[in-house]
């Protein structure tokens, strides 16, 4: 196998690729002329003798030709593909090899040239070779049995290959399976004809020493003598013994390579639990087929034979059935062991039965002797054989089922295991078949243990079974005890090599890999060493957590802290260097990795959740959801890595099933939601905004803004949250007016003119009675209190005389709380904020209209000074924004706060009002710095969408426009087009001679473009229509600067060219620029208001950290946070917003109510998911076949009490009649006291009462 890996290199299905193939795989020819008795011109090889003429004669001593002494190997001269012509272009791989090619050649050679996909189960379909027809019922069996349970399973079908007999019936039932099938199901059924070389019709059109591809086969023209290949096989395997029109050693290839095959691994890249099981299907057969069972029972190979198929069917189910018993007699305590001559007599006894069944069979064979040893040989190894009934119509349906208990009987027999289910659990694991686990293995009859389930829990979550997973879990599977983190790092070395996130992992991997190569080196040329020169440690090289943590930061980013840095010793914000040499050190010491590895994971759930995610793995993610805490924050997050990996991933398939698998978890986060809303708003309000332990202290409001979750942001229950944050103490329904009226005129604060919550609660004690008295039993916090705690706003100190105040709010005077109240809130600073800029923007008009002084020293005049000082504090703002607001490092701080738009057009307005103040200070550069600074004042005006995002009818309408302004991009891209083209032929037609430069641009540009608003100079494009004006054709005068004269020898063009540049631009561009306005106008339309909410939140977020007080007077706040933050080292309680820490029983009881809630909303989910008309039909569906079942197994019932009764009856009719059982001859014996008629008797009534 290796040889032939080395040789297939850079291969893969073309004639070049596959040159290698004659070296590896041989024919047979004969070189020896043994002749035959019955045609002495012919050689017992079935080539006449002229074929060979350049060989040796053999001696006439020779009496019977072999194909191992007769034969020689020459490089194999068919292979290729086959096309099977009027038949379709399919394809079909083949080849030409000796019986005695090694089969671990064959096997790689069709899994990885071919490629065939690694079995599940090879199923080999033995017997019923011929020209005769199969039984109606065993062309049953093969098609809803045999082909279903591959399907089902994943398996190769092997057959002769040939059309006839049953390997013609496995084709046509294959070819059904796949006509109805899906894609997908095709696949897991391969049908693979091993067939004799020499027996075939037309081989001859196969042969081509280079290869054929294809290779046509012309086998509608087949005689009804012969025999050709069936076209519905995917593969053949032409065995070649030398012979012509002989069968025989294909057979002994075959059993050879099911052998082979039984010890390799299933799995994706044989990472199964189990080798592949093998199971030969025996139908009819003639003599010659005993030796081939027996041979292959001696490897331990298990049988199905299908009674009442045929003669050696039917002779091998006879000897199970009644003669084989007597072989091994149990022992009884009651009874002396049998003496000698009792034995041998049984055995001659014994003997004579499977002599006269065999004659009875196959009355021709002379080879009775031998013969009757392969059947005795057959009937030692009873226990590898299963015998089915399918002429008495048992259990067609559950044909995968006897296959799979086949299988488990010869697995029982060579499992080393201690339990005999473990193997039967292996098999319906590799089969992915639940149901059977259930039915069988997990009926309550059997207690199983930790350590049984724990191999086959790894299989089924390599190899994405998410049924058994569940399945395993709900049987008592400790997932605590079972994923630890050594595990976990086998499951990610695990992750498919054509998933994204296998090429994160790689490539953080050598990274690490890199890292340790570099510090050997310079350990090395540091300690002039030669001895660590050796390769680098295994250990160091294998996948571990630190790369999953890494490929998680850069999908997160800064929504949470570092995954399993606590396991590996690292410390959160550690450089990647210094934790990269940490993890290598660690792994280079065995005992440290041992360790480690060896630690349970503390959440199991959510990291197997993540590995789903990562793998896109639909069932097995929603599971692993289920199963873990804080359903919200986890179905966000879910959403969060998918919307992200599909950004980055290439195929459109795996991008549009992310996209879904990540709504799903949006729709899913929303549902669990609005199902604790509906139970408790306050508990809900604190589900929002609690830090989490197991998501790196994110919150549910930070990972739906990150995943943009807008669906999320629409429900009712977090745009109250958010309007609760938004006006502060103030009750969320109070009137604008009102604030504005109390926002200039102060004293209304203190009236009745505004409402606040702490009233409301004053006015409703009983209401609040009782809700205080829920919230202290279970630890929950309501809005207003959530609030308070972070109501420290150190903004406003300076308004304060004694800092010491703000310790004990409850206790501050009413005037100051009420004050606070008001002025603290986040819409209070926000109507500041407006009121203010309008007043910048007022000034701003104001100096560059009116009182924008020349250069120094005559100016600037004082009130540009007030400007540029209103300008400084909207850059100290900025700094704050970016250097002081969240928990993250300066480099993230400062990434995140360019990404935001509005952001950028901040800092785009100061650098061109810094650039427009450095300029006008120059008399040289007065004027652009002028320019400069009008430019500026658009931008400072745009600015004001932003802060208008807040309204409920002018943010759709913002975000509609931004949609707009993208449509806008692409339809100046074909405008472009257009306008060059007639600008430049317009130009070259009319001022041919004119060279200016600047009057170039405006006709090639500027003209065609006015021309789509109608501004269209007709004098001088067309000629017929130009007034007498002065104008010259002279280049110098032209240059000068006097007007040119458009040349009118192209007139006709021109406007044709006009013609066609007006039609194409005002109709056809104009209409489609409409067109994509009003389909972004009417797909945001329809979401506008999710849009809008998602939006807000930014907005409230923004204000919500903002200082209370508006430039220029923010300047104040500014030198407080100052002195407090740099001077006094006093953390700020505000960059946590939107943060709320819970500990303890708080948070575990917040947790386990989520959950109760979310368990309600499946529980309802999957009672309306059974209620269905889908569902109803298959329960119907399944109660009908199981009465069905039920009817066969109760006339199968009845037809063996009659039998019993016939039976009875004969007996007591022939009272001479040997009594066996009692050793003695019926004569002698009371007839109604021999010792085996009683319990006969007994049994009889019982099955008639039954």
């Known amino acids: 196998m290796k040889k032939i890996g080395k040789q297939k290199e850079g291969g893969g299905g073309k004639p070049q690729d596959q040159s290698w193939i004659p070296k590896i795989i041989k024919k047979r020819v004969c070189n020896t002329f043994v002749e035959d008795s019955r045609n002495r011109a012919s050689c017992q090889c079935g080539e006449a003798r002229e074929a060979h003429k350049s060989v040796t004669t053999g001696d006439c001593t020779v009496g019977k030709w072999d194909s191992f002494q007769h034969t020689s190997e020459y490089p194999t001269d068919a292979f290729g593909n086959l096309e099977f012509v009027g038949a379709g272009r399919r394809h079909i791989p083949f080849m030409r090899l000796s019986h005695d090619t090694p089969p ?143 069968r025989g050693h294909e057979t002994l290839f075959r059993a050879n390579l099911e052998d082979f095959i039984s010890h390799q691994r299933t799995g994706i890249w044989g990472s199964g639990t189990i080798e592949i099981p093998v199971l030969c299907v025996l139908i009819a057969g003639d003599a010659a087929m005993l030796e081939r069972v027996d041979l292959s029972l001696k490897d331990s190979t298990p049988w199905l034979v299908l009674a009442g198929s045929g ?184 992750v498919s090599e054509c998933t994204l996130v296998y090429s994160f992992l790689q490539k953080r991997l050598r990274e ?53 840095y606590i396991p590996l010793g690292l410390e959160q914000g550690v450089t990647s260097r210094k934790a990269m040499k940490h993890v290598n050190k660690m792994l280079m010491e065995e005992s440290e990795q041992s360790l480690y590895r060896k630690k349970r994971c503390r959440y199991p759930w959510v990291s197997l959740f993540i590995w789903a995610v990562l793998q ?34 290439m195929e459109t398939d795996t991008k549009l099933s992310m996209k879904e698998l990540a709504q799903t978890f949006e729709n899913l986060a929303h549902d669990v939601f609005s199902e604790c809303y509906q139970s408790s708003e306050s508990h809900s309000y604190t589900l929002l905004i609690k830090r989490s332990v197991l998501w790196g202290e994110a919150t549910c409001l930070q990972m739906a803004t990150s995943a943009d979750a ?108 009420r004050w606070r109240q008001f002025w603290f809130a986040p819409v209070t600073s926000f109507l500041g904020n407006v009121f203010t800029y309008f007043l910048f923007l007022f000034l701003f008009a104001y100096i560059l209209l009116v009182d924008f002084k020349p250069p120094p020293p005559k100016g600037p005049a004082p009130m540009e000074l007030v400007l540029y000082f209103w300008v400084f504090t909207l850059v100290c703002e900025e700094i704050r924004q970016t250097f002081f607001v969240g928990s993250t490092t300066v480099v993230q701080r400062m990434k995140l706060y360019i990404q935001d738009i509005w952001n950028k057009c901040d800092l785009t307005a100061i650098l061109l009002f810094m650039l427009g103040v450095l300029c006008r200070m120059f008399p040289w550069s007065y004027d652009f710095g002028r320019s400069i600074m009008c430019l500026d004042y658009m931008v400072f005006t745009l600015r004001l ?62 003209r065609p473009y006015m021309h789509i608003y109608g501004q269209i100079p007709l004098d001088e494009i067309d000629a017929d229509k130009r007034a007498a004006k002065q104008c010259t054709n002279n280049v110098t005068l032209i240059h000068e600067g006097l007007e040119p004269c458009p040349q009118s020898d192209a007139n006709w063009l021109v406007l044709i060219l006009l013609s066609v540049y007006l039609l194409v631009t005002n109709i056809l561009l104009v209409n489609l620029l409409i067109a994509m306005f009003s389909y972004t106008f009417n797909k945001v339309q329809e979401h506008s208001d999710v849009y809008w909410k998602f939006q807000r939140y930014n907005l409230i977020v923004e204000y919500h950290s903002r200082p209370c007080l508006a430039p ?63 569902e109803r039909l298959k329960r119907t569906s399944t109660k009908v076949d199981s009465v069905l079942k039920q009817m066969v197994e109760i006339r199968d019932h009845d037809r063996r009490l009659r039998k019993l009764e016939s039976e009875v009856s004969g007996v007591c009719m022939h009272p001479s009649i040997e009594l066996r059982g009692c050793g003695a001859p019926a004569s002698e014996v009371n007839l109604f006291g021999p010792c085996w008629l009683l319990p006969v008797a007994f049994l009889f009534q019982a099955l008639v009462h039954f």
């Open 104 to 246: 671990a050649n064959v096997y790689s050679l069709v899994t990885t040239q071919w490629g065939l996909p690694v079995p599940n189960l090879v199923v080999s379909v033995v017997g019923g070779e011929g020209k005769g027809k199969a039984k109606p019922w065993v062309r049953e069996v093969i098609r809803q049995g045999i082909v279903r349970a591959a399907q089902s399973t994943g398996a190769w079908i092997l057959t002769s290959g040939l059309k006839e007999g049953i390997s013609r019936c496995v084709g046509q039932a294959v070819r059904d399976h796949c006509a109805t099938a899906s894609s997908l199901s095709q696949a897991n059924v391969i049908a693979v004809g091993v067939a004799p070389w020499g027996f075939i019709h037309d081989r001859k059109h196969l042969v081509n020493p280079q290869g054929s591809f294809p290779a046509p086969y012309y086998a509608q023209t087949t005689p009804p003598t012969s025999s050709c290949l069936d076209n519905n096989h995917q593969a053949f395997l032409l065995v070649d013994d030398g012979s012509v029109d002989h």
């Open 311 to 494: 003669p050696a069917a039917d002779l091998i189910a006879g000897l199970l059935r009644d003669v084989s018993a007597p072989m091994t007699p149990p022992a009884s305590p009651t009874l002396p062991p049998a003496n000698n001559e009792a034995s041998t007599s049984n055995s001659a006894e014994l003997t004579e039965q499977v002599r006269k069944r065999i004659k009875k069979q196959f009355p021709l064979e002379t080879q009775m002797d031998k013969l009757v040893d392969q059947a005795l040989s057959i009937c030692q190894n009873k226990d590898l054989i299963t015998v089915f009934y399918g002429d008495k119509e048992e259990g067609k349906e559950d044909f995968d089922t006897i296959i799979l208990k086949a299988l488990v009987r010869a697995a029982k027999r060579n499992s080393r295991d201690s339990s005999e289910y473990i193997e039967e659990l292996k098999l319906a694991v590799a089969w992915n078949r639940v149901d059977i686990a259930k039915s069988e293995l997990f009926n309550s009859d059997i207690q199983w243990r930790y350590n049984d389930l724990e191999e086959s829990m790894t299989d089924a979550l390599v190899n994405d079974k998410p049924q058994f997973v569940r399945l395993f879990v709900e049987s008592g599977l400790n997932i605590l005890d079972y994923l630890t983190f050594g595990r976990l790092e086998e499951l990610y070395s695990s």
């Open 512 to 564: 690490r890999i890199d890292i340790c190569s570099k510090n050997r080196l310079s350990h090395n040329e540091n300690s002039n060493s030669k001895h660590i020169n050796g390769p680098i440690p295994a250990g160091v090289q294998e996948l571990t957590l630190y790369e999953v943590s890494k490929v998680l930061s850069e999908i997160m980013k800064d929504m949470c802290q570092s995954f399993y």
């Open 616 to 649: 896109n793995r639909r069932e097995m993610s929603i599971y692993f959801w289920e199963m873990a805490g804080e359903s919200v924050l986890s179905a966000l997050a879910g959403c969060k890595i998918l919307r992200d990996l599909s950004k980055l991933e």
């Open 710 to 817: 807008r669906l999320f942001f629409s429900h009712d229950g977090v745009q109250t949250l958010l309007s609760q944050i938004w006006w502060g103490a103030m009750d969320s329904s109070t009137e604008v007016w009102k604030l504005v009226l109390s926002f200039f005129l102060p004293p209304f604060i203190y009236t009745k003119l505004i409402v606040f919550r702490e009233e409301e609660n004053e006015e409703k004690p009983e209401d609040n009675h009782q809700g205080k008295e829920f919230d202290s039993i279970e630890g929950a916090e309501s809005m207003p209190e959530i609030h308070n705690t972070d109501e420290e706003m150190e903004e406003g100190m300076p308004l304060r005389r004694n800092p010491e105040e703000s310790s004990s709010p409850k206790q501050r005077p009413y005037i100051f709380h």
């Open 945 to 1006: 969408i932003h802060i208008f995002a807040v309204h409920k009818q002018l943010g759709p309408k913002i975000i509609i426009v931004g949609k707009m302004v993208k449509d806008v991009f692409f339809f100046l891209f074909f405008l472009g087009v257009w306008l060059m083209a007639y600008g430049v032929a317009n130009q070259a037609l009319l001022y041919s001679y004119d060279s200016r430069p600047n009057w170039i641009f405006r006709r090639v540009f500027y």
């Open 1112 to 1174: 220029p007077f923010i300047i104040f706040s500014h030198l407080h946070i100052f002195f407090k933050r740099v001077i006094q080292k006093i953390p700020s309680t505000k960059i946590q917003h939107f943060m709320l820490n819970l500990k303890g029983k708080r948070a575990s009881w917040l947790n386990t109510w989520e959950s109760t809630l979310k368990e309600n909303l499946l529980s309802t989910e999957g009672k309306k998911q059974r209620d269905s008309d889908t």
